[in-house]
């Protein structure tokens, strides 16, 4: 599995939203969610029967998917250093997010394995 494969699990698992399924009646249903989907003219469709889209994993989901994995407090500067908090002290990482471009796809490779080894559990 790849460092991005990695980070993209990590990031669903604390989005779910980040995977939806879209019904032919065009309500979005989030893709974790099981059975079946009631449409406004009662007609029921099975989920699972549904392709799943899914939109790009972006800074917040991946702030979100660290947080989630129990390791303290993280947060990014206005020039896209990470952060991490703990008992009060702050210690920063020379890995970047490229703020320019918002997508977990899109960062460099130092950046996905410093990413995959945060929320690797």
């Not at 099981?34 to 989901?61: F, K, M, S, T």
Request: glycine content about 8%.
């Amino acid at each position: 599995m790849t460092d991005y494969d990695i980070v993209r699990q990590a990031c669903i698992k604390a989005s779910p939203d980040i995977e939806i399924r879209t019904c032919a009646c065009g309500e979005r249903v989030a893709a974790s969610m099981p059975g079946y989907h009631h449409c406004n003219g009662g007609a029921r469709v099975w989920l699972a029967n549904l392709a799943i889209d899914e939109r790009e994993i972006q800074l917040v989901d991946v702030l979100l998917a660290m947080g989630a994995a129990g390791k303290g407090d993280w947060g990014i500067t206005d020039k896209g250093a990470f952060f991490h908090s703990a008992e009060g002290r702050q210690q920063f990482y020379d890995e970047y997010w490229n703020l320019r471009i918002n997508d977990l796809a899109k960062q460099p490779p130092d950046t996905l394995k410093f990413l995959a080894d945060v929320v690797r559990v």
